[in-house]
C-alpha cells in the first residue's frame, strides 16, 4: 500500500484554515510557519536571535554559544549518510 501526498505551501495552509482563526490567531500561525519555511540556511546570529525569541529563558546564557558554534561546525564538516533500504 502507498500513500502519496500532496505538497501543501504555507501561504495554502494558512488560505484553508482561515475561515476558522481569528486574527490574532492567523498571525501567531504566519509567524510559526514562517520559522519553519526557512529559504536559506541561518547564520549563527540568525540563531542566536531565533533560540532568543522561542526560549527566552535561556537568551542570557553565554554557555549556549560555543556549544551552537560547535554543532554548526560538525554539521557542515558531516557528509549526509547514504540510508538505502
Same mark, same amino acid.
Given at each position: ?8 505551501? /504555507? ?8 475561515? !476558522? ?17 526557512? &529559504? =536559506? ?6 540563531? &542566536?536571535?531565533? @533560540?532568543?525569541?522561542?526560549?527566552? /529563558? ?8 560555543? @556549544? !551552537? /558554534?560547535?554543532?554548526?561546525?560538525? &554539521? ?7 540510508? =538505502? !533500504?
Amino acid at each position: 500500500m502507498s500513500i502519496q501526498l500532496q505538497t501543501i505551501t /504555507a501561504p495554502k495552509i494558512l488560505e484553508l484554515i482561515e475561515q !476558522f482563526l481569528s486574527e490574532t490567531e492567523q498571525q501567531w500561525l504566519s509567524r510559526q510557519l514562517g520559522h519553519l519555511v526557512q &529559504r =536559506s540556511p541561518l547564520s549563527l546570529v540568525q540563531k &542566536r536571535v531565533q @533560540i532568543d525569541e522561542l526560549c527566552g /529563558a535561556w537568551s542570557n546564557d553565554e554557555t549556549l554559544l560555543p @556549544i !551552537f /558554534a560547535e554543532v554548526e561546525v560538525n &554539521r557542515l564538516s558531516n557528509k549526509p549518510r547514504d540510508v =538505502s !533500504f
